[in-house]
């Protein structure tokens, strides 16, 4: 009995980890099919990211589809900044470590939008792009 005991932990934790496996898959094969109507697509545990033309489209990601979706034009974007752990970086010299969003500023009185990302290269890859084609669209 006594081993049935040292054992039962780790049976939960296995069915624990499939639960969690089985429920990201969900999440994965809701944006896949979310995605398709995007010309670029982005999808990480904190958000979803799609861009069409010069639309960008953002919510969270859940098993039934993303959700809270918001949207804006980059044609009102003012600037596209990096952002660690709430301060702007360079992007030339980014931090190792930290947890990273997108910060889009508007021209006009429209507050700013934070759109999260889990890695900063990848915040950055998807900055330095939507930065050049903000600047291209105005």
């Known amino acids: 009995m006594e081993r049935g005991l040292l054992w039962l932990p780790l049976l939960v934790l296995f069915f624990w980890l499939a639960w969690a496996g089985w429920n990201e898959y969900q999440k994965l094969e809701a944006y896949r099919g979310w995605a398709e109507s995007f010309d670029r697509a982005k999808y990480d545990i904190y958000a979803v990211l ?21 949207s804006f034009s980059l044609k009102d974007v003012e600037l596209v900044r990096v952002l660690v752990g709430e ?10 470590r930290g947890s990273a969003a997108i910060e889009f500023q508007f021209a006009n009185a429209k507050p700013a939008v934070q759109i999260p990302f889990t890695e900063i290269p990848l915040a950055l890859q998807w900055a330095k792009f939507l930065d050049s084609q903000s600047a291209t669209r105005s």
């Open 87 to 96: 301060r702007a970086i360079d992007w030339d010299a980014p931090p190792a």
């Open 50 to 70: 799609g861009q069409k033309d010069d639309t960008i489209t953002w919510g969270k990601p859940t098993r039934k589809g993303p959700i809270d979706l918001q």
